[in-house]
């Protein structure tokens, strides 16, 4: 069955940088883009971009562009989220999903808990 | 970017009922809207793609329809483990953007 495991809840201090990672199995890889999303406590859901994971191009909404950078590691078959200069309105669970241009996030990882705290 | 309105934001309904949900985009996303339920603690869920295509695996109970700006998800008999929040998403085009949610309670 498809799985997408997320790396584990991170603190980090206002202005550093996090990586999450989401390890997919169960399907094949590079057959699906993988897209990030997050959710702020007690808050909707918020798009924060997509990869393809077969040509590794990426699509960032302007509001995070310069600061997120996802990548993938076919080998793996995992991919990443780096989210740089950490403000306290950054702290949220973040998700990956499995996803297909003809049917949205079809499978989603658990959730990844980032703490920005001075 | 597309603008996408859920309504209402909290729903109060008994087992049983019929409960509509209702998403409606800034601009037409023809029929690329995708359900989701969520639970408190949980990942979101798949119910519907494609504006009125199940899910495998979902109950035959959740439906949804519609096209271009106007979608509704509909729960035929709302069960216990239905009390949750429900989310639109279009990915018509980049950036792909969410309702702000609906709260289905007791």
């Known amino acids: 069955q498809v799985q997408l495991v997320q790396s584990g809840a991170e603190v980090k201090k206002p202005g550093a940088s996090v990586k999450v990672s989401c390890k997919a199995s169960g399907y094949p890889f590079t057959s699906y883009d993988i897209n990030w999303v997050r959710q702020a406590p007690g808050q909707g859901l918020e798009w924060m971009g997509w990869i393809s994971s077969y040509y590794g191009n990426t699509n960032y909404p302007q509001k995070f562009q310069g600061r997120v950078t996802m990548t993938t590691d076919t080998s793996t078959s995992t991919a990443y989220m780096e989210l740089r200069s950490l403000r306290s309105d950054d702290t949220a669970v973040y998700y990956c999903?499995?996803?297909?241009?003809?049917?949205?996030?079809?499978?989603w990882g658990q959730g990844t808990l980032v703490t920005v705290s001075s | 970017d597309i603008q996408m309105t859920q309504s209402p934001s909290t729903l109060s309904a008994s087992v049983g009922d019929r409960v509509t949900i209702t998403c409606r985009a800034s601009?037409?996303?023809?029929?690329?809207l995708a359900w989701y339920q969520q639970k408190p603690g949980k990942a979101p869920k798949l119910l519907i793609y494609d504006a009125s295509r199940l899910q495998s695996g979902v109950p035959s109970r959740f439906s949804g329809s519609g096209s271009g700006t106007e979608f509704t998800l509909t729960i035929s008999g709302l069960q216990p483990d239905d009390f949750a929040a429900y989310y639109c998403q279009q990915y018509n085009s980049y950036p792909w953007t969410f309702g702000q949610g609906t709260k289905v309670e007791i």
């Open positions: 999903a499995r996803a297909s241009r003809y049917s949205g996030n079809l499978d």
């Open positions: 601009q037409s996303i023809s029929s690329w």
